[in-house]
């Protein structure tokens, strides 16, 4: 079980990443503090962030009772899940089952909706290539996690991390492009977990940090490398 005197800093910014793990900490209930930092504004590449994630992406984590800290928001839900012994199954191999889609959704769903999102939405130039190259990408992912949930309710059977990681960049379907219409077992899905209510508080925890002022030219900063 956890252990509910244990306290997480969380570092982040409320992207598809930083959702992911803001969503396992409502879920879990361990207590835990917020420190937004701001991407559309280079806080990530503060030497002080720089300390805690030396790849100068959000988010990070400091688990003061351990002593540790972690970057990467994979690694951190698989940290959170071991260590707290939630969102992941005792059993090797519904375990295995769990992480080989969490890194599904960091090699290959993350980037490439990343990149979809950007040549679609914020690039500069309209770049037909590199649309049709990530679109069809897309796409095709879409179905890969279309039939996994043909066969089950959640994508690794239970309730898991990997929903954690995956349900915030399908969040984002219609900036990729994307209809629902063609992935009904994915519709199902996302309007179950958008009720959950502790993805209902994470979000709104998230709108809260957001700068109610922000403009386009932040929002593609978002998708830039520096």
Known sequence: ???LSSAVDYYYWPTPNGQKVAI??????LPYTSHPIN?????????????????QRIPA????????SVFESGAILLYLAQRHRQFIPADNQQAAEVLQWLFWQAA?????LGQTVFFLNFASEHVPLAVARFSKETERLYGVLEKQLTEQPYIAGE????DMAIYPWVLQYDKQGITLDGYPHIAAWLAKISARPAVIRAYAKGELIRPSGQTEQDRKKLYELP
Request: aromatic fraction near 10%; avoid cysteine; hydrophobic fraction near 35%.
């Open 1 to 3: 079980m956890s252990n």
């Open 108 to 112: 290959s769903l993350g980037p490439i």
């Open 61 to 68: 984590i400091v688990d003061s009772e351990a002593g540790v």
């Open 39 to 55: 991407i559309s504004k280079g806080e990530q590449f503060s030497a002080e962030y720089t300390r805690l994630s030396p790849n």
């Open 159 to 162: 309730y898991s991390i990997a």
């Open 24 to 29: 396992f900490l409502e879920e879990s209930g």
